[in-house]
């Protein structure tokens, strides 16, 4: 069956430096990926998409990579602040493309 | 725009009662999807409609559970009758036609079944 997997619970960094979140996927090659972030409290909300024929996308400080070779998709932020402090979801479609299927998300603690 | 609109924010019940979660998704908006999230089991899909139809109800977890949408603007889930096991953030979301396109959050109900 489809299984995604964030590579950790909880990364603490400190601010300035980058951080790397992981997502793995095994047993079906997604069309696409999309991040999400959550904040306590709240909904997760949409931060970027990149599809299987790219290799990389950025926004600002943030960028995705997606190796549909090693079937993982990496999320860097650069320059990390405290703000970015939130739990980080990596979701790839899962049936038809309208339906999505989160992973467990990774907690990001930026200290300042 | 104001959102994804979800009502209540917070629901406390006891086990047995009839729990209605609402949800009026963004206007123009064609998918309305209800996902559940605990510590234990993340983020998951319940049920999701397109243009008011159910299309894929694999992941309501037994008939307890039920949706509904009976017009472009506005959605249910019910779960009658309630059991502690329940408890969870309920979200709902909607997004336009076409594949990859961002889903847009509610703020979510939590609900606490004693």
């Known amino acids: 069956s489809q299984k995604i997997e964030q590579n950790s619970e909880a990364l603490n960094i400190q601010e300035g430096k980058t951080a790397t979140l992981t997502c793995n996927y095994t047993n079906y090659s997604p069309a696409y990926l999309q991040w999400y972030r959550q904040d306590p409290g709240r909904g997760p909300v949409f931060l970027l998409l990149?599809?299987?024929?790219?290799k990389e996308k950025r926004k600002e400080r943030l960028k995705v990579t997606f190796d549909t070779t090693l079937k993982q998709s990496l999320f860097h932020i650069t320059a990390s602040q405290p703000a970015d402090s939130a739990t980080y979801l990596c979701?790839?479609?899962?049936?038809?493309?309208?339906?999505?299927?989160f992973g467990s998300g990774t907690q990001l603690t930026v200290l300042p | 725009d104001a959102g994804v609109i979800q009502s209540p924010r917070h629901e406390v019940t006891e086990m047995g009662q009839e729990v209605t979660l609402r949800c009026k998704p963004i206007s123009g908006h064609d998918y309305l999807f209800w996902y559940r999230q605990t510590m234990m089991r993340g983020l998951e899909l319940l049920i999701y409609?397109?243009?008011?139809?159910?299309?894929?109800d694999s992941g309501m977890p037994e008939d307890r559970f039920s949706a509904k949408m009976p017009n472009a603007s506005f959605s249910t889930l019910k779960i009658q009758p309630s059991e502690p096991r329940d408890s969870a953030v309920y979200f709902c979301?909607?997004?336009?036609?076409?594949?990859?396109?961002?889903?847009?959050f509610g703020p979510g109900t939590r609900l606490t079944v004693l």
């Open positions: 409609f397109n243009n008011n139809v159910p299309i894929d």
């Open positions: 990149i599809r299987e024929n790219e």
């Open positions: 979301a909607s997004t336009r036609a076409g594949p990859g396109n961002e889903q847009f």
């Open positions: 979701a790839p479609p899962c049936g038809s493309a309208r339906q999505l299927t």
